[in-house]
Nanobody, 118 residues
Framework: QVQLVESGGGLVQAGGSLRLSCAAS????????MGWFRQAPGKEREFVAGISWSGGHTYYATSMKGRFTISRDNAKNTVCLQMNSLNPEDTAVYYC???????????WGQGTQVTVSS
């Protein structure tokens, strides 16, 4: 069972930056793709960014391209999401996820709140 724990959320002003981290533990993590999703109040969960096991392939939702950067350190079992130029529309609970490929996520963290004030 893979366990994921997010950290780094908080309150930031519009235009600011935050760096989210996700620590993975447990079996079967090796070889997994990782992703970040978010869910704003009253909205469905949406994809933010994904990264392959090797880190050689990364994918972003259109609205995040150029502002967000996903990275991973397999030696430390961590995946990060650097978020720049944040705006109030980025306010949401951000979730880390892991799965056998970039289209299938089997494990989810509890989420970390990101609030962007105007």
């Amino acid at each position: 069972q893979v366990q994921l724990v997010e950290s780094g959320g908080g309150l930031v002003q519009a235009g600011g930056s935050l760096r989210l981290s996700c620590a993975a533990s447990g079996g079967s993590y090796s070889g997994y793709a990782m992703g970040w999703f978010r869910q704003a109040p009253g909205k469905e969960r949406e994809f933010v960014a994904g990264i392959s096991w090797s880190g050689g392939h990364t994918y972003y939702a259109t609205s995040m391209k150029g502002r967000f950067t996903i990275s991973r350190d397999n030696a430390k079992n961590t995946v990060c999401l650097q978020m720049n130029s944040l705006n109030p529309e980025d306010t949401a609970v951000y979730y880390c996820a892991a799965g056998p490929n970039l289209s299938t996520y089997a494990y989810w963290g509890q989420g970390t709140q990101v609030t962007v004030s105007s």
